[in-house]
């Protein structure tokens, strides 16, 4: 298992494009991947899932995966979501 902890930098949060590629990343690789914001876990190939976090700009993310290729999709989604998504 893989994890990794982001701050969201995005100044409109983790909307629904973002959210969206989030989605389309974590469902290309080998590997289950999860994010969890304080109590709240979620599947990270369910756009909807995502969504349901509600995070904002500065909202702390944890991101973790188990499979074959768990590395590069924690990875992947951190760099995805540490970037400026409008």
Known sequence: MVKRKVVIQNDLGLHARPAAKLAEAARKFQAKVYLRKG?????????????SLACTKGSIIEIWAEGEEAERAVSEIVELLTEKIS
């Open 39 to 51: 109590s709240q876990q979620v599947e990270a190939e369910s756009i909807l899932d995502v969504l």
